[in-house]
Protein backbone atom coordinates (compact mmCIF):
# COMPACT_ATOMS: atom_id res chain seq x y z
CA UNK A 1 0.00 0.00 0.00
CA UNK A 2 1.09 3.33 -0.99
CA UNK A 3 1.85 6.25 1.66
CA UNK A 4 0.34 9.48 1.00
CA UNK A 5 3.58 11.08 0.28
CA UNK A 6 4.05 8.17 -2.74
CA UNK A 7 0.56 8.67 -3.82
CA UNK A 8 1.41 12.70 -4.41
CA UNK A 9 4.59 11.66 -6.10
CA UNK A 10 2.64 9.01 -8.35
CA UNK A 11 -0.03 11.70 -9.29
CA UNK A 12 2.21 14.31 -9.85
CA UNK A 13 4.15 12.23 -12.75
CA UNK A 14 0.74 11.02 -13.99
CA UNK A 15 -0.08 14.44 -14.49
CA UNK A 16 3.71 15.23 -16.47
CA UNK A 17 3.27 12.68 -18.40
CA UNK A 18 -0.48 14.95 -19.84
CA UNK A 19 1.39 18.42 -20.10
CA UNK A 20 3.91 21.33 -19.30
CA UNK A 21 2.64 23.32 -16.44
CA UNK A 22 3.37 27.84 -16.69
CA UNK A 23 3.30 28.99 -13.16
CA UNK A 24 1.98 32.62 -12.91
CA UNK A 25 3.19 34.97 -10.62
CA UNK A 26 3.16 38.55 -9.93
CA UNK A 27 4.69 39.64 -6.54
CA UNK A 28 7.44 38.23 -4.26
CA UNK A 29 7.41 40.46 -1.68
CA UNK A 30 5.42 40.86 2.18
CA UNK A 31 2.84 42.63 2.46
CA UNK A 32 0.51 44.47 5.08
CA UNK A 33 -2.26 44.04 2.54
CA UNK A 34 -2.69 42.32 -0.64
CA UNK A 35 -6.86 42.52 -1.55
CA UNK A 36 -5.65 41.15 -5.20
CA UNK A 37 -3.65 38.48 -3.75
CA UNK A 38 -1.03 38.63 -6.12
CA UNK A 39 2.09 38.41 -3.60
CA UNK A 40 3.71 35.26 -2.37
CA UNK A 41 6.10 35.75 0.96
CA UNK A 42 9.94 35.14 -0.53
CA UNK A 43 9.85 31.90 1.91
CA UNK A 44 6.46 30.50 0.36
CA UNK A 45 8.87 31.38 -2.94
CA UNK A 46 11.86 29.68 -1.91
CA UNK A 47 9.25 26.61 -0.36
CA UNK A 48 7.77 26.49 -3.78
CA UNK A 49 11.27 26.97 -6.33
CA UNK A 50 13.19 23.91 -4.22
CA UNK A 51 9.87 21.89 -4.83
CA UNK A 52 9.76 23.04 -8.59
CA UNK A 53 13.62 21.91 -8.84
CA UNK A 54 13.07 18.54 -7.19
CA UNK A 55 10.10 17.07 -9.24
CA UNK A 56 9.83 18.73 -12.36
CA UNK A 57 12.00 19.97 -15.30
CA UNK A 58 12.57 23.51 -15.65
CA UNK A 59 12.78 25.34 -18.74
CA UNK A 60 11.57 28.87 -20.03
CA UNK A 61 8.97 29.85 -22.30
CA UNK A 62 11.00 30.00 -25.30
CA UNK A 63 11.84 26.56 -25.08
CA UNK A 64 8.63 25.16 -24.35
CA UNK A 65 7.38 27.26 -27.24
CA UNK A 66 10.32 25.63 -29.25
CA UNK A 67 9.06 22.32 -28.67
CA UNK A 68 5.41 22.86 -29.24
CA UNK A 69 6.17 24.32 -32.65
CA UNK A 70 7.59 20.92 -33.72
CA UNK A 71 4.49 18.92 -32.34
CA UNK A 72 5.85 18.07 -28.61
CA UNK A 73 4.90 19.17 -25.37
CA UNK A 74 7.80 18.20 -22.59
CA UNK A 75 6.64 15.89 -20.28
CA UNK A 76 7.52 16.54 -15.99
CA UNK A 77 8.32 20.37 -17.70
CA UNK A 78 7.97 23.36 -15.76
CA UNK A 79 7.90 27.09 -16.54
CA UNK A 80 8.07 29.92 -13.89
CA UNK A 81 6.69 33.38 -15.42
CA UNK A 82 5.98 37.16 -13.74
CA UNK A 83 3.36 39.34 -14.83
CA UNK A 84 3.39 43.14 -14.18
CA UNK A 85 7.22 43.85 -13.79
CA UNK A 86 6.98 44.69 -10.19
CA UNK A 87 10.72 45.37 -8.99
CA UNK A 88 10.41 42.95 -6.26
CA UNK A 89 11.16 40.37 -9.14
CA UNK A 90 14.78 41.98 -9.31
CA UNK A 91 15.24 42.69 -5.29
CA UNK A 92 13.46 39.23 -4.14
CA UNK A 93 12.59 36.64 -6.60
CA UNK A 94 16.06 36.62 -8.63
CA UNK A 95 18.42 35.29 -6.25
CA UNK A 96 15.41 32.73 -5.43
CA UNK A 97 15.54 31.50 -8.49
CA UNK A 98 19.40 31.87 -9.07
CA UNK A 99 19.90 29.67 -5.49
CA UNK A 100 17.28 27.00 -7.35
CA UNK A 101 18.65 27.41 -10.83
CA UNK A 102 15.34 28.28 -11.62
CA UNK A 103 14.87 30.02 -15.03
CA UNK A 104 11.91 32.56 -15.37
CA UNK A 105 10.07 34.82 -18.05
CA UNK A 106 9.13 38.53 -16.72
CA UNK A 107 6.52 40.31 -18.51
CA UNK A 108 6.76 43.68 -18.39
CA UNK A 109 4.48 46.58 -18.88
CA UNK A 110 6.68 49.07 -20.52
CA UNK A 111 4.61 52.47 -19.42
CA UNK A 112 5.61 51.19 -15.92
CA UNK A 113 8.97 50.80 -15.87
CA UNK A 114 11.14 53.65 -14.33
CA UNK A 115 7.59 55.21 -12.96
CA UNK A 116 7.47 56.50 -9.82
CA UNK A 117 3.46 55.84 -9.38
CA UNK A 118 2.26 52.69 -8.46
CA UNK A 119 0.36 50.37 -10.66
CA UNK A 120 -3.40 51.25 -10.87
CA UNK A 121 -4.82 48.44 -9.24
CA UNK A 122 -2.30 48.75 -6.11
CA UNK A 123 -3.65 52.50 -6.05
CA UNK A 124 -7.08 51.95 -6.10
CA UNK A 125 -6.82 49.35 -3.47
CA UNK A 126 -5.49 52.21 -1.45
CA UNK A 127 -7.65 53.88 -2.02
CA UNK A 128 -10.28 51.93 -1.44
CA UNK A 129 -8.50 51.21 2.30
CA UNK A 130 -8.25 54.97 2.98
CA UNK A 131 -12.19 55.60 2.36
CA UNK A 132 -12.85 52.73 4.32
CA UNK A 133 -10.59 54.33 7.20
CA UNK A 134 -11.49 57.58 6.35
CA UNK A 135 -14.45 58.90 9.05
CA UNK A 136 -17.16 60.58 7.00
CA UNK A 137 -16.20 59.24 3.98
CA UNK A 138 -17.85 57.08 1.77
CA UNK A 139 -16.81 54.14 0.44
CA UNK A 140 -15.30 53.59 -3.42
CA UNK A 141 -17.42 51.23 -4.71
CA UNK A 142 -15.63 47.65 -4.80
CA UNK A 143 -16.60 47.11 -8.38
CA UNK A 144 -14.49 49.92 -10.07
CA UNK A 145 -12.20 47.86 -10.48
CA UNK A 146 -13.81 46.16 -13.35
CA UNK A 147 -15.25 49.25 -14.72
CA UNK A 148 -11.17 50.67 -14.27
CA UNK A 149 -9.73 47.55 -16.64
CA UNK A 150 -12.06 48.49 -19.43
CA UNK A 151 -10.84 52.10 -20.09
CA UNK A 152 -7.81 53.52 -22.09
CA UNK A 153 -4.95 54.64 -19.76
CA UNK A 154 -5.64 58.77 -20.01
CA UNK A 155 -9.61 57.95 -18.66
CA UNK A 156 -8.47 55.29 -15.69
CA UNK A 157 -5.78 58.10 -15.21
CA UNK A 158 -8.16 60.81 -14.87
CA UNK A 159 -11.13 58.77 -12.81
CA UNK A 160 -8.34 57.75 -10.30
CA UNK A 161 -7.72 61.70 -9.96
CA UNK A 162 -10.99 62.49 -9.08
CA UNK A 163 -11.48 59.32 -7.11
CA UNK A 164 -8.03 60.49 -5.04
CA UNK A 165 -9.75 64.36 -4.86
CA UNK A 166 -12.78 62.88 -3.42
CA UNK A 167 -11.07 61.34 -0.69
CA UNK A 168 -8.33 64.18 0.31
CA UNK A 169 -5.73 62.42 -0.67
CA UNK A 170 -2.38 63.49 -2.69
CA UNK A 171 -1.80 60.64 -5.27
CA UNK A 172 2.15 61.66 -5.23
CA UNK A 173 1.88 60.30 -1.61
CA UNK A 174 -0.10 57.55 -1.92
CA UNK A 175 2.09 54.56 -2.31
CA UNK A 176 6.01 53.90 -2.84
CA UNK A 177 7.35 52.55 -6.09
CA UNK A 178 6.65 49.31 -6.71
CA UNK A 179 8.00 48.88 -10.46
CA UNK A 180 11.18 48.06 -12.01
CA UNK A 181 13.12 51.06 -12.56
CA UNK A 182 15.11 50.92 -15.99
CA UNK A 183 18.66 49.80 -14.34
CA UNK A 184 17.00 46.71 -12.94
CA UNK A 185 15.15 45.64 -15.86
CA UNK A 186 18.42 45.81 -17.64
CA UNK A 187 20.19 44.05 -14.83
CA UNK A 188 17.21 41.29 -14.71
CA UNK A 189 17.55 40.94 -19.01
CA UNK A 190 21.09 40.63 -18.64
CA UNK A 191 21.14 37.84 -16.41
CA UNK A 192 21.16 34.61 -18.20
CA UNK A 193 17.70 32.84 -16.15
CA UNK A 194 15.65 35.54 -16.62
CA UNK A 195 13.99 36.25 -19.76
CA UNK A 196 12.37 39.38 -20.82
CA UNK A 197 8.54 40.01 -22.18
CA UNK A 198 6.26 42.13 -23.18
CA UNK A 199 2.84 42.88 -21.45
CA UNK A 200 1.53 46.17 -23.78
CA UNK A 201 2.18 49.68 -22.62
CA UNK A 202 -0.13 50.26 -19.90
CA UNK A 203 -1.72 47.15 -19.08
CA UNK A 204 -5.76 47.73 -20.44
CA UNK A 205 -8.08 45.03 -21.04
CA UNK A 206 -7.21 44.55 -24.95
CA UNK A 207 -10.46 43.03 -25.48
CA UNK A 208 -12.20 46.11 -24.42
CA UNK A 209 -10.27 48.63 -26.91
CA UNK A 210 -10.40 48.87 -31.21
CA UNK A 211 -8.01 47.43 -33.10
CA UNK A 212 -6.13 50.43 -33.43
CA UNK A 213 -5.66 50.96 -29.87
CA UNK A 214 -5.01 47.30 -29.52
CA UNK A 215 -2.40 47.16 -32.17
CA UNK A 216 -0.57 50.51 -30.32
CA UNK A 217 -0.75 48.91 -26.99
CA UNK A 218 1.01 45.35 -28.48
CA UNK A 219 3.36 46.56 -30.41
CA UNK A 220 5.04 49.54 -28.79
CA UNK A 221 4.78 47.73 -25.78
CA UNK A 222 7.22 45.30 -27.82
CA UNK A 223 9.42 48.40 -29.40
CA UNK A 224 9.76 50.19 -25.98
CA UNK A 225 11.39 46.95 -23.98
CA UNK A 226 13.43 46.18 -27.06
CA UNK A 227 14.82 49.75 -27.90
CA UNK A 228 15.93 49.21 -24.13
CA UNK A 229 17.25 46.00 -24.10
CA UNK A 230 18.79 46.39 -27.59
CA UNK A 231 17.66 43.00 -28.71
CA UNK A 232 14.21 40.97 -29.62
CA UNK A 233 11.20 40.42 -26.81
CA UNK A 234 9.68 37.82 -28.34
CA UNK A 235 7.24 36.18 -25.63
CA UNK A 236 3.81 38.19 -24.55
CA UNK A 237 1.21 37.82 -21.54
CA UNK A 238 -2.30 39.16 -22.46
CA UNK A 239 -3.10 41.71 -19.17
CA UNK A 240 -5.52 40.05 -16.87
CA UNK A 241 -5.47 37.11 -19.28
CA UNK A 242 -8.71 35.90 -18.86
CA UNK A 243 -10.92 34.22 -21.40
CA UNK A 244 -12.77 38.01 -21.74
CA UNK A 245 -9.65 39.77 -21.24
CA UNK A 246 -8.33 38.99 -25.05
CA UNK A 247 -9.67 37.90 -28.37
CA UNK A 248 -8.96 36.61 -31.47
CA UNK A 249 -8.31 40.32 -33.08
CA UNK A 250 -5.97 40.34 -29.89
CA UNK A 251 -4.38 37.64 -30.77
CA UNK A 252 -4.06 37.86 -34.48
CA UNK A 253 -2.34 41.50 -33.58
CA UNK A 254 -0.04 39.45 -31.21
CA UNK A 255 0.74 37.27 -33.93
CA UNK A 256 1.59 39.92 -36.50
CA UNK A 257 3.62 41.62 -33.99
CA UNK A 258 6.11 39.18 -34.39
CA UNK A 259 5.75 37.92 -31.01
CA UNK A 260 6.61 33.61 -30.43
CA UNK A 261 4.28 32.87 -27.32
CA UNK A 262 2.08 34.30 -25.38
CA UNK A 263 0.65 33.43 -22.34
CA UNK A 264 -3.22 33.69 -20.99
CA UNK A 265 -4.64 33.07 -17.32
CA UNK A 266 -7.12 30.35 -18.52
CA UNK A 267 -6.12 27.70 -16.21
CA UNK A 268 -4.75 24.33 -17.56
CA UNK A 269 -2.14 22.56 -18.71
CA UNK A 270 0.15 23.10 -22.07
CA UNK A 271 -0.21 19.87 -24.11
CA UNK A 272 0.44 19.06 -27.88
CA UNK A 273 -2.57 20.96 -28.65
CA UNK A 274 -2.09 24.31 -27.83
CA UNK A 275 -1.80 27.32 -29.48
CA UNK A 276 1.49 28.65 -28.84
CA UNK A 277 -0.22 32.47 -28.53
CA UNK A 278 -2.58 31.33 -26.11
CA UNK A 279 -0.65 29.26 -23.47
CA UNK A 280 -3.00 28.18 -20.42
CA UNK A 281 -1.09 28.92 -17.22
CA UNK A 282 -1.77 28.03 -13.31
CA UNK A 283 -2.23 31.11 -11.19
CA UNK A 284 0.18 30.77 -8.15
CA UNK A 285 -0.91 32.56 -4.48
CA UNK A 286 0.62 33.03 -1.31
CA UNK A 287 0.75 29.02 -0.67
CA UNK A 288 3.68 26.96 1.63
CA UNK A 289 5.38 24.58 0.07
CA UNK A 290 3.25 21.28 1.48
CA UNK A 291 -0.25 23.38 0.12
CA UNK A 292 1.50 24.47 -2.79
CA UNK A 293 2.91 20.90 -4.01
CA UNK A 294 -1.51 19.43 -2.96
CA UNK A 295 -3.03 22.97 -5.39
CA UNK A 296 -0.33 21.24 -8.18
CA UNK A 297 -1.56 17.58 -7.53
CA UNK A 298 -5.85 19.11 -7.29
CA UNK A 299 -4.71 21.65 -10.43
CA UNK A 300 -3.39 18.63 -12.73
CA UNK A 301 -6.55 16.60 -11.79
CA UNK A 302 -8.96 19.61 -12.54
CA UNK A 303 -6.56 20.69 -15.89
CA UNK A 304 -7.95 17.20 -17.31
CA UNK A 305 -10.90 17.84 -17.58
CA UNK A 306 -10.26 21.65 -19.31
CA UNK A 307 -10.25 22.47 -22.98
CA UNK A 308 -7.09 24.60 -23.64
CA UNK A 309 -7.98 28.42 -24.30
CA UNK A 310 -7.50 27.83 -28.26
CA UNK A 311 -6.28 24.50 -29.40
CA UNK A 312 -4.37 25.01 -32.66
CA UNK A 313 -4.61 23.34 -35.80
CA UNK A 314 -0.96 21.59 -37.66
CA UNK A 315 -1.17 24.93 -40.05
CA UNK A 316 -1.88 27.41 -37.86
CA UNK A 317 0.97 26.04 -35.03
CA UNK A 318 3.47 25.76 -38.33
CA UNK A 319 2.65 29.14 -39.20
CA UNK A 320 3.89 30.64 -35.88
CA UNK A 321 7.08 28.69 -36.06
ZN1 LIG B 1 -0.69 41.96 -15.53
Known amino acids: MKTAFQEQVSRILAWCRTGACILAYHRVAELATDHDQLAVTPEQF ?19 TAAL ?23 HALHILEEFEVPATVFVTADMVGSARAFWWDELD ?5 AGAAAGVGPVPQDLHSVLKTLPAPQRDRMLRDL ?39 HPQLSALNPQEQDHEITQGKRVI ?9 SFSYPFGG ?31 CDPLALPRCLVRAWSGAAFQQRLAAFSQEAKRMS ?3 KMSRGARARVA
Not at 80 to 87: E, K, N, P, R
Not at 126 to 130: A, K, N, P, V
Not at 253 to 273: D, E, H, I, K, N
Request: hydrophobic share 40%; glycine share 6%.
Open 46 to 64: RQQMSIVRRHYRVMGVADL
Open 126 to 130: SLISS
Open 164 to 202: AARQGVARENQLARTALTHTQLKQLAAHPLIEIGAHTLS
Open 69 to 91: CRGQAPGRAMVVTFDDGYADNFT
Open 226 to 234: EAWLGRSVN
Open 308 to 310: PPW
Open 243 to 273: RRDWNATTRRLVQTAGFSAACTTVPGLVTRA
